[in-house]
């Protein structure tokens, strides 16, 4: 059986997705999408060579009986909205971060898929899909190194545009941390401090760039996140495990090293995009079979809600310079791992 997707959002992102699942991933193809601008959309599908319904509302993707499931990769605005009418609807649905704009609207969708009583929300989260994240995630469990004490992690970006704010940092760089750092270390946050060093030059009047995310967790561990979104050099995502017996780090991507010019280097990677792609495919394809399967083990509605009331208590830490408590309520039954 061939999975029917429907796509609302032909942006950069979902057009990576459109492509991968119809020219790269099994089990399904793309057979309708939408887009405020219906002739990008048919353009991109003319690029892409494939054939598929446009529509310009989202919700005729969701409603045509054509569609199986939906991937949702519009405005982030739009994905409350989009997420539960495809549960209202009874249709899976894989939304990109953020689920919602903020926990209010996150445990909104939380409430209607409890309500439905089967899980149908995939949230696009897809580092614990990569392979280095989950190599650092088996060391971890199998004890390796003990318990963990304490993690250091960075988020670094070669540069980014004169739209992106210091709010940003936390709802669109930090939120893949908030979420990866709880599956890595399966703890919730318990407060949050958020500290401004120096900014760097290559910053602008609306972005204070780096930042450093201090978290204390529920059970006392103790992360440090530096953002920096101008680092300049390239994109680039580390994180160290510090546990009691020993010190796990995540792998470095792949690459060739050259001997040149009397200098010894590899190349560095500058497009987030080329970092995770492997993650992506499997991330989609996990969805895919999970749809097929009739039973959705990805990253949950309850995981990105989770996320967004660490954000929201980030957002505040921002603003106050003080430790502020993340308020997270108990995971419901529904939500059981």
Same mark, same amino acid.
């Given at each position: 059986?061939?999975?029917?997707?429907?796509?609302?959002?032909?942006?950069?992102?979902?057009?990576?997705?459109?492509?991968?699942?119809?020219?790269?991933?099994?089990?399904?193809?793309?057979?309708?999408?939408?887009?405020?601008?219906?002739?990008?959309? $048919?353009?991109?599908?003319?690029?892409?060579?494939?054939?598929?319904?446009? &529509?310009?509302?989202?919700?005729?993707?969701?409603?045509?009986?054509?569609?199986?499931?939906?991937?949702?990769?519009?405005?982030?605005?739009?994905?409350?909205?989009?997420?539960?009418?495809?549960?209202?609807?009874?249709?899976?649905?894989?939304?990109?971060?953020?689920?919602?704009?903020?926990?209010?609207?996150? $445990?909104?969708?939380?409430?209607?898929?409890?309500?439905?009583?089967?899980?149908?929300?995939?949230?696009?989260?897809?580092?614990?899909?990569?392979?280095? &994240?989950?190599?650092?995630?088996?060391?971890?469990?199998?004890?390796?190194?003990?318990?963990?004490?304490?993690?250091?992690?960075?988020?670094?970006?070669?540069?980014?545009?004169?739209?992106?704010?210091?709010?940003?940092?936390?709802?669109?760089?930090?939120?893949?941390?908030?979420?990866?750092?709880?599956?890595?270390?399966?703890?919730? &946050?318990?407060?949050?401090?958020?500290?401004?060093?120096?900014?760097?030059?290559?910053?602008?009047?609306?972005?204070?760039?780096?930042?450093?995310?201090?978290?204390?967790?529920?059970?006392?561990?103790?992360?440090?996140?530096?953002?920096?979104?101008?680092?300049?050099?390239? &994109?680039?995502?580390?994180?160290?495990?510090?546990?009691?017996?020993?010190?796990?780090?995540?792998?470095?991507?792949?690459?060739?090293?050259?001997?040149?010019?009397?200098?010894?280097?590899?190349?560095?990677?500058?497009?987030?995009?080329?970092?995770?792609?492997?993650?992506?495919?499997?991330?989609?394809?996990?969805?895919?079979?999970?749809?097929?399967?009739?039973?959705?083990?990805?990253?949950?509605?309850?995981?990105?809600?989770?996320?967004?009331?660490?954000?929201?208590?980030?957002?505040?830490?921002?603003?106050?310079?003080?430790?502020?408590?993340?308020?997270?309520?108990?995971?419901?039954?529904?939500?059981?791992?």
């Amino acid at each position: 059986m061939t999975l029917k997707l429907g796509v609302i959002g032909t942006g950069a992102i979902g057009q990576e997705h459109i492509r991968r699942c119809n020219n790269v991933l099994q089990g399904a193809k793309v057979v309708a999408v939408s887009d405020i601008n219906t002739d990008g959309a $048919r353009a991109a599908l003319q690029r892409l060579n494939i054939d598929a319904q446009v &529509y310009q509302d989202g919700h005729e993707v969701i409603n045509s009986p054509e569609v199986d499931a939906v991937l949702v990769t519009s405005w982030d605005p739009t994905h409350e909205e989009f997420t539960l009418a495809a549960i209202a609807a009874g249709k899976p649905v894989f939304c990109e971060k953020p689920l919602a704009l903020s926990a209010e609207g996150c $445990r909104r969708i939380v409430d209607a898929e409890i309500k439905h009583g089967k899980r149908l929300v995939q949230v696009g989260f897809m580092r614990p899909y990569d392979a280095g &994240y989950r190599a650092l995630k088996k060391v971890i469990t199998d004890g390796e190194i003990g318990e963990p004490l304490m993690l250091h992690c960075a988020h670094r970006n070669q540069s980014v545009g004169e739209n992106y704010t210091t709010d940003m940092a936390i709802t669109n760089t930090l939120i893949h941390e908030l979420d990866v750092l709880r599956w890595l270390t399966e703890d919730d &946050y318990k407060s949050v401090q958020v500290v401004f060093p120096r900014t760097t030059s290559k910053s602008h009047a609306k972005l204070k760039d780096p930042q450093i995310v201090l978290f204390e967790t529920q059970k006392g561990i103790r992360i440090d996140v530096e953002i920096f979104v101008n680092c300049a050099y390239g &994109y680039d995502i580390q994180c160290e495990v510090v546990g009691e017996e020993g010190i796990a780090k995540l792998p470095e991507p792949s690459a060739i090293q050259t001997r040149k010019n009397a200098r010894l280097g590899n190349a560095l990677l500058t497009d987030w995009k080329d970092r995770f792609i492997d993650a992506y495919d499997v991330e989609l394809q996990a969805f895919i079979n999970d749809v097929k399967a009739g039973e959705l083990t990805g990253p949950s509605a309850w995981d990105g809600f989770a996320a967004s009331v660490a954000a929201d208590a980030c957002l505040k830490a921002q603003n106050s310079g003080g430790i502020e408590p993340v308020d997270m309520p108990s995971r419901p039954d529904f939500y059981a791992r």
